[in-house]
């Protein structure tokens, strides 16, 4: 085999082009580089005799018959790749896949010193692993079945067929879409292979050879010596620099409209879209269930936005037209002589008078007035029937995709997990995998670490919890200093330029203890030994959620339930530390409670929204920046190399997509589903906004997928998993 990959890599971009050269403007047998001279034009109309050449084999292997499942990348160019340690890690680790049955065809290295190798699962490997896996796979067809229809309750049906008649421009088109077969499904096993539909085209998928090859990447080992426990798998050997990057390769570019990634950037990704049915059940087949899920509750939870920021807009509108016949209001700012107030501190704070918070009194009637009593408890019914209907629909799709039957003990553990325990003599026999598992003593390594885990979260929250006190402390001090001028204007907008600057303030230190919370949290869950990747990020997610909750929340919660509730009365106040405590403004906290909210909610999603964009864009930048080197010729021109326009160098260029890339998107809802609930209250306008974020949100979620992303591997789950009890 390895004289064989030896002759592959000696053959030349120019034996493999051979019927392509007619279409190709200059062959350079030095450099394998193509050098256009003219106009964009030509360069235009080159490249499409380029793309020509390239579907023969930018998908395949050079036999232009066996897929390329996998791609791994090294750089030569970097000097820690060229250590003899990297070097016998990789040949080790290539043997030791050759040896799993994968085969691997080496491509000539690059002018920029990348080195691609790519992987191809034959059809015994993925029968042996799907057995491994427990994954389930199409079953034949019975001759003569007839699928029934599935009915729902009559009412129902006629309630839809009603909306049909206006939405039916927005659902996805059919004869773009086609409605996929429904295929019944089971587990794969080689000794009842002959109730398995062997002979479909497509039995093993793209993403399940993905999936195969994934799994077998993270378990190999690269050393033959055993000292090491965690000498094994293509994440360390990027952590090592013995490569620079793992990846299923995307099935063509957004030019190539035979595609499913160039049909789903036009007619799901686009922003001209973003009032149409996603076609969810492409999504899944090209993403995988992991993401296929998402978009569904994000697809779900944007439409079930709609009634409530109608009413919410209603309410709002409401509280416009009948501002200047409140009566509270009015009195304040139209009053008969002066109403003397007390001083807000104790010393050098002077009397002032009521009718200087005339603008606050009229604002605070825009979020309070007698529409918002109504409003909450429409979002009080709001919810229980988002959460009610969230559970029927996402019944309805596991039902649909076939997921009904997967069972979380079927998962095998994580390579760390196992790397972890590897000392442990104590063994057990899990009858589910049929594999033997070290058993994790719970005296000595599991109560330990869920102490250290336990107790390093409410260190976290009590560090959280004195951010808020600085920005109360803040407040405090600014609106004394403000008092302090008399002024009437000043004293008019001084509450609203204290909880303003005091809210952006909190969103900063927000922000930056989110870093420190992920880092850290990711951490404790490591030492937390736990076996399944399942239950690692649901361990992950309950401590990060739990932390953010805090973080984001802690402020409001002071706001809305603890400020100005225990002031006293004068001459008798209650003090914290020989100091009054902080007041409300002359109509209550909830004015407050309003800027705070809006300010944490809207700026958090425009900045979300805003690096996760940027940071995308900066990391594939560099990556492009490290495929172009080495394309230009002696006299400083650019050259034309035919070879950046193969698949694997195009995917190179994109970024990696994590194994919890999806965490951040579903926080960033949950959080948001947070701040439209509880507070709406304050902020009748939250759906509204929340609406308006996600309907682009989505959009541009398919479009950073499919863009500036590798193609993702494919997991397969039950639902969204703890996001679903958050």
Not at 108 to 129: C, D, M, Q, S, T
Not at 454 to 466: E, G, P
């Amino acid at each position: 085999m390895s004289s064989l990959n030896s002759m592959h890599s000696a053959i030349s971009l120019e034996d493999i082009q051979q019927s392509c050269n007619d279409d190709l403007s200059t062959l350079n047998n030095d450099t394998n580089e193509t050098v256009i001279d003219g106009s964009c034009t030509d360069l235009r109309n080159n490249r499409r005799s380029i793309s020509k050449c390239e579907k023969a084999f930018s998908l395949y292997f050079r036999d232009e018959i066996r897929t390329i499942d996998f791609v791994l990348v090294w750089d030569e160019y970097n000097a820690e790749a060229q250590t003899y340690r990297c070097t016998e890690y990789r040949r080790v680790y290539e043997k030791n896949l050759e040896k799993e049955g994968l085969q691997l065809e080496y491509e000539e290295a690059e002018p920029n010193g990348l080195h691609f190798i790519k992987i191809h699962a034959p059809r015994e490997v993925l029968r042996r692993y799907s057995e491994i896996l427990k994954l389930r796979l199409p079953m034949k067809e019975l001759p003569g079945m007839i699928i029934p229809e599935i009915r729902t309750n009559t009412l129902i049906e006629e309630v839809n067929s009603f909306f049909k008649r206006f939405v039916r421009k927005y659902y996805v088109d059919q004869t773009i879409f086609p409605t996929l077969k429904h295929n019944f499904t089971a587990i794969y096993s080689r000794d009842k292979e002959y109730l398995f539909d062997l002979d479909m085209p497509n039995f093993f998928t793209a993403a399940t050879r993905a999936r195969i090859v994934q799994f077998i990447l993270d378990r190999t080992r690269f050393t033959e010596t055993k000292n090491d426990d965690f000498a094994f798998g293509i994440d360390r050997l990027i952590s090592e620099k013995a490569y620079v990057a793992a990846y299923p390769l995307h099935d063509g570019d957004l030019q190539s409209p035979d595609s499913m990634r160039y049909l789903l950037y036009k007619e799901w990704a686009s922003l001209r879209k973003c009032l149409h049915y996603q076609p969810l059940d492409y999504v899944k087949e090209y993403f995988g269930v992991k993401i296929g899920l998402y978009f569904a509750w994000l697809g779900f939870y944007t439409h079930m936005l709609i009634p409530a920021s109608i009413v919410g807009l209603l309410c709002f509108i409401y509280g416009c037209a009948t501002l200047y016949s409140n009566e509270l209001s009015e009195d304040i700012c139209n009053q008969d002589g002066s109403i003397e107030m007390c001083p807000v501190c104790d010393y050098i704070c002077d009397y002032w008078d009521l009718k200087e918070t005339c603008t606050h009194a009229r604002i605070t009637y825009l979020f309070d007035n007698p529409s918002t009593v109504f409003f909450s408890i429409f979002m009080s019914l709001w919810a229980t029937l988002f959460l009610e209907l969230w559970k029927r629909y996402s019944a309805e799709i596991t039902h649909k995709w076939d997921l009904t039957g997967l069972d979380i003990q079927e998962e095998h553990p994580r390579p760390q997990y196992l790397a972890r325990l590897a000392h442990i003599k104590k063994k057990s026999l899990n009858i589910v995998t049929n594999t033997e598992e070290p058993k994790v003593p719970f005296w000595k390594m599991r109560v330990p670490a869920t102490i250290l885990s336990f107790s390093v979260v409410l260190l976290l929250i009590a560090i959280a919890m004195a951010a808020v006190l600085g920005v109360v402390l803040y407040r405090m001090s600014v609106l004394t200093a403000l008092s302090v001028y008399g002024h009437p204007m000043v004293t008019s907008y001084a509450i609203l330029f204290t909880t303003a600057t005091a809210a952006s303030i909190n969103l900063c230190c927000i922000i930056v203890f989110n870093w420190i919370y992920v880092w850290i949290a990711e951490y404790l869950t490591e030492i937390e030994l736990l076996r399944t990747q399942t239950e690692f990020d649901d361990s992950l997610t309950l401590k990060i959620y739990l932390l953010e909750f805090v973080n984001y929340y802690a402020s409001i919660f002071y706001i809305a339930f603890f400020k100005g509730k225990f002031i006293g009365y004068p001459g008798k106040y209650v003090r914290f530390f020989e100091y009054r405590q902080e007041e409300c403004g002359p109509g209550g906290c909830l004015l407050e409670l309003c800027i705070q909210l809006s300010i944490i909610m809207i700026g958090k999603q425009a900045l979300n929204t805003i690096l996760e964009m940027l940071f995308p864009l900066f990391y594939k930048w560099l990556n492009t920046l490290k495929v172009h080197v080495g394309m230009t010729t002696e006299n400083g021109e650019k050259k034309i190399n035919a070879r950046k326009y193969l698949q694997w160098i195009k995917d190179y260029k994109l970024v990696e997509w994590g194994p919890r890339s999806l965490f951040p998107e579903y926080l960033e809802m949950v959080l948001q589903y947070g701040f439209v609930t509880i507070f709406v209250a304050a902020f009748p306008l939250a759906p509204v906004f929340a609406l308006l974020n996600n309907v682009f949100e989505m959009r541009l979620d398919a479009k950073k997928l499919l863009v500036m992303y590798r193609r993702p591997v494919g997991q397969r789950v039950i639902d969204i998993g703890i996001w679903d009890s958050s």
